[in-house]
């Protein structure tokens, strides 16, 4: 069973989610009110995941999430946040949190946020004679109108990133949710053609429109291309939905402060933040998402190292072919 530990100065705020992530996940919640404590609880307590309160005294949330990234980087944070601190949690983001939740939508939207960051979370066992190995990994997949299949796919191609050793269990967190939100926005905005608009405005209507489309036709007979590509110098994903498409000129900016709050930015900011470059094609059904695990400057060094030196004399220099190592899955 999952243990979340709640970081909360408000001893109601902290019962609140302490009751919700028991009556509604069964998980063990641990209150605490100071950001120090929870850092000396880490110590000796096995944590799975952290929920901090982004405002509270001595020390803020902020600097618990860098001290906490610091010393237990294999412990995602969610960040609560208040309202008129939207601009701060962009900078969480970028700190390392996982994801944030407003304090407004504590009831509706926390629970998923934490089972979609510890799916994430998860890691696979793999054996250190393939981590040796392997250089370059290819994987081509399709799927269909089931987002539920969502979940599996993100964990297979994060369990790719394990055998090169190429990033830290933070980065591969944050790869993965960036990836559930990309192919989640394929299936329900791209071929189910679902405004996220309508979300923020009526859920249950929401829902019953994505479960209505997805078993009628033409919706229910299109489908999600996902490639990856994964060296050890970057991973590259590409996501392609066989939708209408849409302008990527009129996305708004999910950065500015009154976008931050809603439901149609988000996931969009959470991709922009965790990928290092991410782009659309012109017709708005396709999206690119790379992350470098080595910085360009540096691969110009490594690249230069491994020239192979000028051959002088064939009699005493064979000269011999250099092979790429490639594991792509079988059909």
């Not at 919640?29 to 609880?41: D, Q, S």
């Not at 944070?77 to 208040?82: D, G, R």
């Not at 690249?303 to 009699?315: D, F, G, L, W």
């Amino acid at each position: 069973m999952p243990r979340i530990l709640i970081v909360e100065d408000c001893r109601v705020q902290q019962r609140l989610i302490q009751q919700l992530i028991a009556r509604q996940a069964g998980w063990e919640g641990i209150g605490v009110n100071r950001g120090a404590a929870a850092l000396e609880m880490m110590v000796n307590e096995p944590i799975d995941l952290v929920v901090c309160d982004l405002r509270m005294p001595e020390m803020d949330g902020l600097e618990f999430l860098r001290l906490a990234q610091e010393a237990y980087p294999l412990v995602p944070v969610i960040i609560v946040t208040a309202q008129g601190s939207e601009e701060v949690a962009v900078t969480a983001l970028r700190e390392g949190a996982a994801d944030y939740v407003p304090k407004r939508n504590l009831m509706t939207d926390l629970i998923a946020r934490i089972e979609r960051v510890l799916n994430a979370s998860q890691r696979s066992l793999i054996e250190h004679e393939l981590q040796q190995c392997v250089t370059f990994r290819r994987t081509e997949l399709v799927i269909g109108t089931d987002r539920t299949v969502v979940p599996s796919v993100v964990a297979m191609l994060q369990s790719q990133l394990d055998p090169l050793g190429v990033c830290d269990d933070k980065d591969r967190i944050r790869i993965g949710v960036a990836l559930e939100e990309a192919l989640v926005n394929a299936v329900i905005h791209g071929n189910l053609e679902i405004s996220s608009e309508l979300r923020g405005v009526d859920d249950n209507a929401f829902a019953e429109l994505v479960l209505s489309r997805s078993e009628s036709a033409p919706w229910c007979q299109r489908q999600v291309h996902c490639m990856a590509e994964i060296s050890r110098t970057r991973a590259r994903f590409v996501i392609r939905d066989e939708g209408p498409g849409f302008d990527p000129s009129s996305l708004p900016d999910p950065t500015i402060p009154e976008n931050l709050e809603k439901a149609s930015g988000r996931g969009l900011l959470l991709i922009r933040t965790f990928m290092d470059d991410v782009r659309y094609n012109d017709t708005g059904n396709e999206i690119t998402l790379e992350k470098h695990f080595v910085k360009p400057t540096e691969l110009d060094a490594i690249m230069e190292t491994v020239k192979a030196p000028e051959i002088k004399s064939p009699k005493t220099c064979q000269s011999r072919p250099v092979i790429d190592q490639t594991l792509v899955p079988c059909d």
